[in-house]
């Protein structure tokens, strides 16, 4: 599905203040309405319906979720998390500030003993969701955190400013599977917006930082994808996604530098030398140019 231009930038004024409902069009451009629930490996799975990829991890010990969508699709995520166990959820964890990620915070407040976050999601949701619905985080952390799960641990990493100013990624340690959040749009224009702290080259040391922490055998999660199919990757997903934002940088850089103006710059088609990535919605790769140009001129 693609939208236009002129309805991007009427939803994006909605992203920018992080009020999307599940209807947006913006919102259905970028993700997947399939209602899947299903195991990746292990006790782990992930949970798609409406916004970005919900993780969720139940054995005997332990029951986690990793970023809440809405609370309409929250609720069908609880209905299907009841097939697998009785228990409340132990540790909601968010993986940054955005609605698609974090509007069901409120609904699965009543079934989720706490929820944790990056200091600075906290931070940047209490400013960018102007909304009564807003439910930040009772527990944060700055750097890294770890929390023992009885047969299995999770290790909760920030590494800077990359998609927004608080990004964290989730290892299941012995399980060896990485909630990734945002920071790799598989196979599609990356949603970017400088207004929620987006660092182009923090983003691009965060996925070097992560590629170089995890291994070959590291199983990620990714927020968003081209299809279902496409929600978990390899850490070579993450080179993919930092040549693309590196390409992206070096190609604005020098046009700039050869006296061309925005405009011109952001009428190709494609960033050369990347591989073919999907527009979810119209003028997508349009707006990468623009924040990139805007990134530079700070």
């Known amino acids: 599905m693609k939208i236009n231009r002129r309805t991007f930038l009427k939803s994006s004024g909605l992203l920018t203040g992080l009020l999307l409902t599940s209807k947006s069009s913006l919102l259905k451009a970028l993700t997947l309405e399939n209602g899947n629930f299903k195991v990746i490996k292990g006790n782990i799975g992930i949970f798609t319906e409406r916004g970005g990829t919900i993780g969720w991890f139940v054995n005997d010990d332990s029951v986690i979720t990793i970023d ?9 995520f609880v209905e ?8 409340k ?6 993986t940054h500030h955005h609605g698609d990620h974090t509007s069901g915070n409120k609904f699965l407040s009543s079934y989720a003993n706490e929820i944790v976050a990056n200091e ?13 619905d807003s439910f930040p985080a009772s527990k944060t952390f700055s750097d890294e955190m770890e929390i023992n799960l ?19 990624v989730y290892h299941f340690v012995n399980h060896n599977v990485v909630h990734f959040g945002d920071l790799v ?8 917006n400088l207004e929620d702290e987006a660092d182009f080259e923090g983003w691009i040391k965060y996925l070097e930082t992560c590629y ?20 978990t990757g390899d850490r070579e997903n993450l080179i993919v ?28 088609s494609e960033i050369p030398n990347t591989p073919k990535r999907i527009e979810a919605w119209e003028g997508a790769l349009k707006i990468n140019i623009e924040q990139a140009y805007d990134y530079l001129n700070r």
Do not use: W
């Not at 749009?185 to 949603?191: A, E, V, W």
């Not at 190609?251 to 925005?262: I, L, Q, R, W, Y």
């Open 185 to 192: 749009f598989n196979g599609l224009y990356p949603f970017v």
């Open 80 to 87: 299907h998390l009841k097939s697998k166990t009785n228990r």
């Open 150 to 168: 009885g047969k299995e641990k999770i290790k909760a990493y920030h590494f800077g400013k990359a998609h927004t100013g608080g990004d964290a």
């Open 241 to 268: 996604m930092r040549d693309y934002l590196s390409s992206l940088l070096d190609f604005v850089k020098k046009n700039k530098s050869e006296g061309k103006t925005k405009k011109e710059i952001t009428s190709v």
């Open 120 to 132: 600075n999601c906290v931070r940047l949701q209490k400013i960018r969701i102007n909304s009564e």
């Open 212 to 231: 170089n922490k995890f291994d070959s055998e590291t199983t990620f999660i990714f927020g968003h994808s081209t299809d279902p199919n496409k929600l």
């Open 89 to 94: 959820i132990d540790y909601l964890f968010n």
């Open 68 to 76: 809440s969508q809405f609370p309409e699709t929250a609720k069908n």
